[in-house]
């Protein structure tokens, strides 16, 4: 899990840079000895990151049933002593998704970085993957999250939604059903962010998102000494 916390603060540092930039968007050409020492900043002057919550969130509707699958981890505290984890996973469903598939879907899916597949058989299907960060002031109001554990499970004739670990430390949410699958994942081992869609029915409609939420404070306008002072107590100590 310590894994997945690092990689999705990797990964709101380098999108959270656009929030930032106040100047034009400049281009150039770079080798890849200088792109090896790059280092990502995404936060305005005097911000900091105190947490970050991440929800995935994966549905299936049909004319039959719906299934659907997700799960929200929040970390709070970071930088203090005493950094909290909070996670909730939910499956469910209605119903009973079944028809006859139109089309095979062939291969293995392996994504290496940041990917969204779409595959689509069939008529009157809808289809969608979307991943989003924000940036808010960590006084914002946000949804409670009610603790629990990174695991769920639904399963109905032939039909399942999941939520569990990759086995390295990341988080899978996924959904399926004989007319297709839906699926997104956070890879602890590799770092992998995925999200895919297969529907090979007809009158389907199915979704994945994913947002990242990175929680930020203000600090005060202070002399060097003063900052000092309050970056050594956002260092965790032991």
Do not use: C, K
Not at 60 to 88: C, F, Y
Not at 107 to 118: A, D, H
């Amino acid at each position: 899990m310590r894994s997945l916390i690092i990689r999705a603060a990797v990964l709101a540092m380098w999108t959270a840079e656009a929030h930032a930039a106040q100047q034009p968007i400049a281009i150039r050409v770079v080798g890849d000895a200088q792109l090896a020492l790059a280092q990502g900043r995404g936060l305005p002057a005097g911000g900091a990151i105190t947490g970050f919550r991440l929800v995935l969130a994966s549905t299936w509707n049909a004319p039959q049933g719906a299934l659907s699958a997700g799960t929200t981890l929040q970390l709070n505290g970071l930088g203090s002593s005493r950094p909290s984890l909070v996670v909730s996973s939910r499956a469910s469903g209605v119903g009973s998704i079944d028809g006859t598939a139109n089309g095979i879907a062939t291969g293995g899916l392996q994504i290496r970085g940041v990917g969204q597949l779409t595959q689509v058989a069939g008529n009157a299907n809808q289809g969608g993957n979307s991943f989003a960060v924000r940036l808010v002031d960590v006084g914002t109001s946000l949804p409670p999250v009610d603790a629990g554990s990174l695991g769920a499970s639904y399963a109905s004739a032939g039909s399942s939604a999941t939520v569990g670990s990759d086995g390295h430390g990341g988080v899978v949410v996924s959904i399926s059903t004989p007319l297709g699958s839906a699926s997104q994942s956070i890879g602890g081992g590799t770092g992998d962010v995925s999200q895919a869609l297969r529907i090979l029915g007809n009158g389907q409609s199915a979704s994945n998102s994913a947002v990242l939420t990175v929680l930020t404070r203000s600090l005060p306008a202070l002399g060097t000494a003063s900052l000092l002072g309050q970056l050594q107590n956002m260092i965790p100590r032991h």
